[in-house]
């Protein structure tokens, strides 16, 4: 119910490689993103049917050494926008 789920921004199984729960969004567009207010920023900056480079992160659990170094994996897409209505 975030803004990115607002925004027609789902989850999707993890074998068609995109976002899923525990992801970590990190970029919209030309945007960084650290906080949930840049997600706000960027999707009410942006319009329905408009297409916004994303990229997320997604830490390796299975292999994370939970010290200060975990693994990760930088993932990106293409998204096109839905309207609300």
Do not use: C, F, M, N
């Not at 830490?59 to 926008?81: F, K, M, N, Q, W």
């Amino acid at each position: 119910t975030g803004p990115a789920a607002k925004a027609g921004l789902l989850a999707t199984r993890r074998e068609l490689r995109g976002v899923v729960p525990g992801d970590v969004l990190i970029g919209i567009g030309t945007r960084p993103i650290r906080s949930p207010g840049d997600v706000a920023a960027a999707l009410a900056a942006a319009t329905a049917g408009q297409t916004l480079h994303i990229k997320w992160r997604r830490y390796d659990t299975a292999s994370a050494s939970g010290g200060a170094d975990p693994r990760y994996e930088e993932l990106e897409a293409d998204v096109v926008l839905a309207s609300a209505d």
